[in-house]
């Protein structure tokens, strides 16, 4: 089946820096990957929506300044939390689809980002 | 309102029984999908199962089937033969037909059901 790689999965980042977390799609084309966010013991809530080419979608009340989503090529989505807070602490992940089929949709591992 | 319900926050199962997740959703469309996923405490999520709207038979795989009931936009997970393995969040989700045309097929999760087998 499809697989969809995300790196890094854990990491320790001091408050006011940019973190960058890289999705891929390792064996599919993916026009279009999602990014969720999940604090503990609740649901994934979705952050955007990446396009290739194209500016990300926002759900609201998501920063698009501080969520910075770039899908630069048909296989890589990177998000970047920028000047990172205590708060941003969670457990990112994202899902890609394929273009051909909508009965699935790949995660990848997921990363969790603490902010000290 | 809420697009997926899931009733129960946990659920205990004797190991080698089998245990019934429940599913409601809401939705206006007439084609959408639902899934099922599995969340170890790794955090990754593992797909399990998919159900069409226009499915007509039940989906199944392996120890896990899709209990879809249209007219009462249920679809809850029957997982047989339970093992320790199984014990884990799972989430119920749907996926609706985008407003904005194709590639735009966001999933949106319930809240999950706890999973604790029993030896």
């Known amino acids: 089946g499809a697989v969809v790689s995300q790196h890094p999965s854990r990491v320790i980042c001091k408050s006011g820096t940019s973190v960058k977390i890289e999705c891929r799609s390792l064996?599919?084309?993916?026009?279009?990957m999602f990014w969720y966010r999940q604090f503990p013991k609740q649901s994934l809530m979705l952050m955007a929506t990446?396009?290739?080419?194209?500016?990300?979608?926002?759900e609201q009340g998501v920063e698009k300044d501080k969520f910075l989503i770039n899908h630069a090529s048909l296989t890589l989505s990177t998000l970047t939390v920028t000047s990172a807070h205590p708060e941003d602490s969670s457990f990112y992940i994202c899902?890609?689809?394929?273009?051909?089929?909508?009965?699935?949709?790949?995660f990848g591992q997921g990363t969790r980002l603490t902010v000290v | 309102a809420q697009k997926i319900t899931q009733t129960q926050p946990g659920m205990f199962v004797q190991e080698k029984e089998a245990v019934t997740l429940d599913c409601t959703y809401d939705?206006?469309?007439?084609?959408?999908?639902l899934f099922w996923y599995k969340q170890p405490s790794s955090g990754e999520m593992i797909f399990l199962i998919y159900?069409?709207?226009?499915?007509?038979q039940n989906a199944t795989e392996g120890r896990y089937s899709l209990n879809f009931q249209k007219a009462r936009k249920s679809a809850n997970l029957v997982i047989s033969a339970s093992q320790l393995g199984d014990s884990a969040m799972y989430f119920c989700?749907?996926?609706?037909?985008?407003?904005?045309?194709?590639?735009?097929?966001?999933?949106?999760f319930g809240k999950g059901t706890k999973l604790s087998v029993i030896p």
């Open positions: 939705t206006s469309d007439q084609s959408y999908g």
């Open positions: 989700a749907m996926r609706e037909t985008p407003s904005s045309g194709a590639g735009s097929y966001q999933l949106t």
């Open positions: 990446s396009n290739e080419g194209s500016k990300a979608t926002y």
């Open positions: 899902s890609a689809s394929l273009w051909q089929t909508n009965t699935e949709a790949f």
């Open positions: 159900q069409g709207s226009y499915d007509e």
């Open positions: 064996d599919f084309q993916a026009t279009t």
